[in-house]
């Protein structure tokens, strides 16, 4: 019987195809129009606006990840269903920006066509096993949270607003509860045979993907200014910043982190809230700092107030708060100069009234180079301790 699943031995990880790599690449038009989205509407509406948007690019992303761990990409059904995919998130990314005005039907019906079609898709893949029902109901409850989508989109103002948080709600809260239906019950994670190597790539590629978006902004954004001094060193803090935060989690880490993924006796709980949840922080994280470097490349001299401070520190805050509960799902200690980092940037919050962008983005990169310096210092990152030493 021909099948579209992957051939999997116990214990193998299967590898990431080029069909899911030429998949990602409609993530980073879709992390740049975040970028963008919340750089021109730097508000605290504005913010909640690109934390909804953003909040449904990552689900949509985070479920294809988790369903190519046990579908072939190579397998033409696959292959046609991923491309599908790739088109339907290129027109959720392109209606971003007026996803609270004109478009917003077109991201709503993309978001849940996206959501449906692959989950249809994967109960006919698993039709007969346990897996189909598991994902019968992740589909019944991403139907119920498309219906606040598309009642969102029919309306305007707040009550679009408040209909898509709720929406949000209902999606990020059905895998805490199993998917839980009445009659039915819950789908407990180990019911959920996951291949926890695979899915640590993938998010550790999407990562690289919003690091790559977010040099690819600064790049762009410098080389259309008048290079002073002052725009100069904005360029190289933002780069020192960005190269310290990526440095604490891809040196040495992530590979740990991957390896005691796929020995735990329960990868998807595990995965869940180290991949699912806490990498979504980190991304978002990113995307918070790269508009915060755009903007003070541009403007290195200009007072930083409130609205800059909120990124600038916030973003690599995200980013270690994010990178905090990642390494704490995996090896369950507390990751403490991660949490001290994300408090010291809080505590760098009064200086944005004395302090101009440039100084306050400098201030923010000392502590996370810090944070990089201390992993050096101490040995880890160099591919000689287990995640489960970690702190």
């Not at 589909?139 to 219906?147: F, N």
Request: aromatic share 10%; proline share 3%; hydrophobic share 60%.
């Amino acid at each position: 019987m021909v099948t579209v699943l992957r051939e999997r031995e116990p214990g193998e990880t299967p590898e990431v195809t080029s069909v899911e790599l030429f998949f990602d690449l409609v993530y980073v038009f879709a992390v740049t129009q975040l970028s963008l989205y919340l750089r021109e509407h730097l508000t605290a509406r504005g913010a909640l606006e690109t934390l909804v948007l953003f909040l449904a690019v990552w689900w949509a992303w985070n479920y294809t990840a988790w369903a190519t761990s046990w579908i072939d990409p190579e397998h033409s059904a696959v292959r046609l269903l991923m491309v599908t995919l790739m088109l339907i998130s290129l027109v959720m990314s392109a209606a971003i920006p007026r996803a609270f005005g004109s478009r917003a039907i077109y991201f709503a019906a993309a978001y849940v066509g996206l959501q449906l079609l692959r989950s249809a898709f994967m109960v006919a893949a698993f039709r007969g096993a346990r897996m189909g029902r598991n994902y019968a109901q992740l589909l019944s409850w991403s139907a119920i949270a498309g219906c606040f989508w598309i009642a969102g989109a029919l309306v305007h103002g707040n009550a679009r607003l408040l209909l898509w948080v709720a929406a949000v709600a209902v999606d990020y809260a059905a895998p805490l509860h199993g998917f839980a239906l009445p009659g039915l019950g819950r789908t407990p994670t180990r019911d959920w045979t996951l291949a926890g190597g695979h899915l640590a790539e993938r998010n550790r590629l999407v990562l690289l993907i919003a690091f790559g978006e977010s040099i690819l902004a600064m790049g762009a954004t410098f080389s259309e200014l008048h290079w002073s001094a002052r725009v100069v060193a904005a360029i190289v803090v933002g780069f020192v910043a960005t190269v310290s935060l990526w440095w604490t989690y891809f040196v040495g880490h992530a590979a740990d982190a991957a390896r005691t993924i796929s020995r735990a006796a329960d990868p998807t709980h595990v995965a869940r809230a180290g991949y699912a949840y806490a990498h979504a922080i980190m991304v978002g994280g990113i995307i918070v700092l790269a508009v915060a470097i755009d903007l003070t490349v541009a403007h290195p001299t200009a007072a930083a107030g409130r609205a800059i401070s909120a990124v600038a520190l916030g973003g690599p805050a995200l980013y270690l708060v994010g990178d905090a509960l990642f390494k704490y799902a995996v090896s369950g200690r507390t990751p403490w100069p991660r949490i001290i980092g994300a408090l010291a940037l809080a505590l760098l919050a009064p200086l944005a009234l004395v302090a101009d962008r440039l100084e306050l983005s400098a201030a923010a990169a000392l502590v996370v180079v810090a944070l990089a310096i201390a992993q050096i210092w101490t040995g880890v990152g160099g591919g000689r301790h287990e995640v489960a030493s970690l702190s």
